[in-house]
Each structure stands twice: as C-alpha cells, then as structure tokens.
C-alpha cells in the first residue's frame, strides 16, 4: 500500500528541494553586506512602519493595477498562439476584439495622464 504513495512523496520532496534549493544555495553562497541602501524601504515609497494613517502617493499602486492588467493580456496571448490553428478564424476574431478592447483601455489611461510620473 504505500508503493502507491512513494510517488506522491517524491513529488513532494523534489518540489521541495527546487524551492528552497536555490534560495538555500543564495543564502550559503551569497556575500552578506548589508548597507543602509539595502536594508531601506523601496517599490512603495514610503516606510514600512510608520502611522497607518499618513498620506502616501496612489499614483503607485495605479501604474500597479495598470502593469497587472496588461501582463494578463501576454498572459492570455501565450495560450491563444499556441492553439491558434485549432481554433481558427473565430478564435482569432475573438483575440483581436479582446485586444482591441484592451487597446482602447490603454489608450484611455494615456490620455488621462495615468502613466506619466512626476
């Protein structure tokens, strides 16, 4: 009975060893010199631990959304140049309406100024 699990617990211990093989390779191997440059705050703008009622920039978290929204779209594309030729001409209509609208989005925030930083 447990020949049938000895697959699943190699999975495991494989999935396992790849996540925390490198990270322990990084760590062992590494050079260690931390500076104040490394150990500040970035990505967000702001400290990490200060009052949680402060004012902070929203212009961040909307270039964000924005990066999120179109990394989606490369997502969707991968699968849809995959099976391209199975799916034909209504598959392709299909991506060109999905891109056209997303397009039309980008196009939208450009002219709003969403994607200039000052």
Do not use: T
């Not at 617990?9 to 322990?24: K, N, Q, R, S, T």
């Not at 929204?69 to 999905?98: K, T």
């Amino acid at each position: 009975m447990l020949q049938n699990y000895f697959p699943v617990l190699l999975f495991i211990i494989v999935g396992v060893l790849v996540g925390v093989g490198p990270i322990a390779i990084g760590w062992f191997l590494g050079p260690h010199r931390p500076d104040q440059q490394k150990n500040s705050p970035y990505e967000c703008g702001f400290e990490a631990f200060e009052d949680a009622r402060m004012k902070f920039d929203v212009r961040y978290y909307l270039v964000a959304i924005l990066f999120i929204l179109f990394d989606l779209e490369i997502a969707f594309l991968f699968p849809w140049a995959v099976v391209l030729r199975e799916i034909g001409l209504p598959g392709f209509v299909a991506m060109l309406v999905f891109l056209g609208i997303l397009v039309v989005g980008f196009i939208y925030e450009w002219m709003k100024g969403a994607l200039e930083w000052e």
